[in-house]
């Protein structure tokens, strides 16, 4: 059974920093990608990035240049770097695990709070 175990979202003023983890178990995910989605109050979720496991990543429009994905694949975590943060990158984000062979494969986190003041 995969599980995937967030952290390190909360509170911060615009322009600061937040580091989110996710870590993932249940299986060998050497043919998974691993990334974050978010959604805030009222709008569908968004893709933020996402990275494969020799780590070609690929990111959102709205986080290109402030955000960076990584992955540690000795650990089965996935990391997002958040720089330069803004009001509107508030939301909940969501750790995403799916596999690049079996569509159906796709796992979500619970999910963990970015609040951005202005």
């Known amino acids: 059974q995969v599980q995937l175990v967030e952290s390190g979202g909360g509170l911060v003023q615009a322009g600061g920093s937040l580091r989110l983890s996710c870590a993932a178990s249940?299986?060998?995910?050497?043919?998974?990608?691993m990334g974050w989605f978010r959604q805030a109050p009222g709008k569908e979720r968004e893709f933020v990035a996402t990275i494969n496991w020799s780590g070609g990543s690929t990111y959102g429009d709205s986080v290109k240049g402030r955000f960076t994905i990584s992955r540690d694949n000795a650990k089965n975590t996935v990391y997002l770097q958040m720089n330069s943060l803004k009001p509107e990158d508030t939301a909940v984000y969501y750790c995403?695990?799916?596999?690049?062979?079996?569509?159906?494969?796709?796992?979500w986190g619970q999910g963990t709070q970015v609040t951005v003041s202005s």
């Open positions: 249940g299986r060998t995910f050497s043919n998974y990608r």
């Open positions: 995403n695990v799916r596999s690049i062979i079996i569509m159906s494969y796709n796992y």
